[in-house]
C-alpha cells in the first residue's frame, strides 16, 4: 500500500533553514508527482509546489519563490522540502502529498505531517 | 491566479441532516475541482476529484457535482465521522485550495 512518511517535528530560529523528508514506499517513486502543502496553526491549507520525481523538474508558488527548494533522492525513494529566511509565520504543519495519476494535481495520498516551529 | 472561495466558512448540523457545501472559482476551471476531508491532528483525504468522482474508498453518501465556476459537494446524510473541515481545490492550473467550510455538530 501507498505509504509517505515524514520525518520528525523540527524548532528553528528565525532566519534559519529548516529540510523535511517525505519517504515513499508501496509505488514506483518516480512515476507520480509529489506536492508539498502546509497549513498554519489554526488556518487553511496553502500549496507549495511539486517536484516531478523522475527529472527533478520543479514548480514553486510564487509566494515561496526564492526560498524553497524541493529535491528527491530516487536511490532511497524520498522528496525534500527545504525552506530558507524563516519567519515566525513559517510555523506550520508541512505535507507530503502524492498525485493521485502521475500529474494531475489531485492530492491523493498524504505523509502524516511534520511541525515546523519558528521562534526566537 | 485563480481564487477559490467557499461557502458557508461553517455551518451546524445534526446526523441525519443533508449537507450541501458550495464552491465558487474566479474563472473557469472545467471540471478540474476536487473536495477533501480534514479532522482536527490529520492530513486531509481526498473524497472527490474531477468535480464528481468518488475516490475509491469514500462513502457513497458523499457527492459532487458542477463544473465551470460552481460547484458543490453533498452528504446525503450526515454521519458522526463526517465532522470535519471540508477544503476545494483547483487543478486547472497552479493548486490552490479553497478556505475551508468547517462542519460542526448542532
Known amino acids: 500500500q501507498v505509504q509517505l512518511v515524514q520525518s520528525g517535528a523540527e524548532v528553528k530560529k528565525p532566519g534559519a533553514s529548516v529540510k523535511v523528508s517525505c519517504k515513499a514506499s508501496?509505488?514506483?517513486?518516480?512515476?507520480?508527482?509529489m506536492h508539498w502543502v502546509r497549513q498554519a496553526p489554526g488556518q487553511g491549507l496553502e500549496w507549495m509546489g511539486w517536484i516531478n520525481p523522475n527529472s527533478g523538474g520543479t514548480n514553486y508558488a510564487q509566494k515561496f519563490q526564492g526560498r524553497v527548494t524541493m529535491t528527491r533522492d530516487t536511490s532511497i525513494s524520498t522528496a525534500y522540502m527545504e525552506l530558507s529566511r524563516l519567519r515566525s509565520d513559517d510555523t506550520a504543519v508541512y505535507y507530503c502529498?502524492?498525485?493521485?495519476?502521475?500529474?494531475?494535481?489531485?492530492?491523493?495520498?498524504w505523509g502524516q505531517g511534520t511541525l515546523v516551529t519558528v521562534s526566537s | 491566479d485563480i481564487q477559490m472561495t467557499q461557502s458557508p466558512s461553517s455551518l451546524s448540523a445534526s446526523v441525519g441532516d443533508r449537507v450541501t457545501i458550495t464552491c465558487r472559482a474566479s474563472?473557469?476551471?472545467?471540471?478540474?475541482l476536487n473536495w477533501y476531508q480534514q479532522k482536527p491532528g490529520k492530513a486531509p483525504k481526498l473524497l472527490i476529484y474531477a468535480a464528481s468522482s468518488l475516490q475509491s474508498g469514500v462513502p457513497s453518501r458523499f457527492s459532487g457535482s458542477g463544473s465551470g465556476t460552481d460547484f458543490t459537494l453533498t452528504i446525503s446524510s450526515l454521519q458522526p465521522e463526517d465532522f470535519a473541515t471540508y477544503y476545494c481545490q483547483q487543478s486547472y492550473s497552479t493548486p490552490y485550495f479553497g478556505p475551508g467550510t468547517k462542519v460542526d455538530i448542532k
Open positions: 474563472q473557469s476551471i472545467s471540471s478540474y
Open positions: 502529498a502524492r498525485d493521485r495519476v502521475a500529474v494531475a494535481g489531485i492530492l491523493s495520498y
Open positions: 508501496g509505488y514506483t517513486f518516480t512515476g507520480y508527482y
